[in-house]
T-cell receptor, first 116, second 115 residues
Framework: AQKITQTQPGMFVQEKEAVTLDCTYD???????LFWYKQPSSGEMIFLIY??????QNATEGRYSLNFQKARKSANLVISASQLGDSAMYFC?????????????FGKGTKLSVIP | DTGVSQDPRHKITKRGQNVTFRCDPI?????LYWYRQTLGQGPEFLTY????????KSRLLSDRFSAERPKGSFSTLEIQRTEQGDSAMYLC?????????????FGSGTQLSVL
């Protein structure tokens, strides 16, 4: 079984500052993928960034980077230079390599509020 | 590329009624997923189609739930004899099978309220 834990129900960040959203995971699969999605109030889940368990370098996508620490089973999302439009729910998710590997397992999410 | 479309956006129904939701995936995507999201939670997997074949159903999907994708294009999710516990956001996602990272594209969901 796979499990994603997001321990921050809500976070505040000043506009133009950086913020880190925490994510820890648990799985017995030898290879897996970790995802971050953004869900604005419109409801649509927007893909942000992906990290494979065997990737040597941390993933980056524009202002988003993933701080992947495999030994600690953490995959924190770092958003640099926060913008007002970054205010949304953020979900960490994982996909394993065993049975049911097409399923994404999501955490409970973190609500990010960007303050002007 | 018009994105994943879901209809209706909102549905209010009385307990015991049947409801049906529709999902139109991105046209070249052969994989389609249904997820359910309740308040304060992340989405939970319900079912998965590859083309017209339903390859997996979650234990969350009781006998009152049925999903179809008759021609491998759009999909419908029907809930019979709705219960108040069925109130949730129902999200559809699609993806294209191929080499490399499979990226899921989600629709905006159908918000179901059972009174």
């Amino acid at each position: 079984a796979q499990k994603i834990t997001q321990t921050q129900p809500g976070m505040f960040v000043q506009e133009k500052e950086a913020v880190t959203l925490d994510c820890t995971y648990d799985t017995s699969d030898p290879s897996y993928g970790l995802f971050w999605y953004k869900q604005p109030s419109s409801g649509e889940m927007i893909f942000l960034i992906y990290q494979g368990s065997y990737d040597q370098q941390n993933a980056t996508e524009g202002r988003y980077s993933l701080n992947f620490q495999k030994a600690r089973k953490s995959a924190n999302l770092v958003i640099s230079a926060s913008q007002l439009g970054d205010s949304a729910m953020y979900f960490c998710a994982m996909r394993g390599s065993g049975a049911g590997s097409y399923q994404l397992t999501f955490g409970k999410g973190t609500k990010l509020s960007v303050i002007p | 590329d018009t994105g994943v479309s879901q209809d209706p956006r909102h549905k209010i129904t009385k307990r015991g009624q049947n409801v049906t939701f529709r999902c139109d995936p991105i046209s070249e995507h052969n994989r389609l997923y249904w997820y359910r999201q309740t308040l304060g939670q992340g989405p939970e997997f319900l079912t998965y189609f590859q083309n017209e074949a339903q390859l997996e159903k979650s234990r969350l999907l009781s006998d009152r739930f049925s999903a179809e994708r008759p021609k491998g294009s759009f999909s419908t999710l029907e809930i019979q004899r709705t219960e108040q516990g069925d109130s949730a956001m129902y999200l559809c996602a699609s993806s294209r099978q191929g080499p490399g990272l499979e990226k899921l594209f989600f629709g905006s969901g159908t918000q179901l309220s059972v009174l």
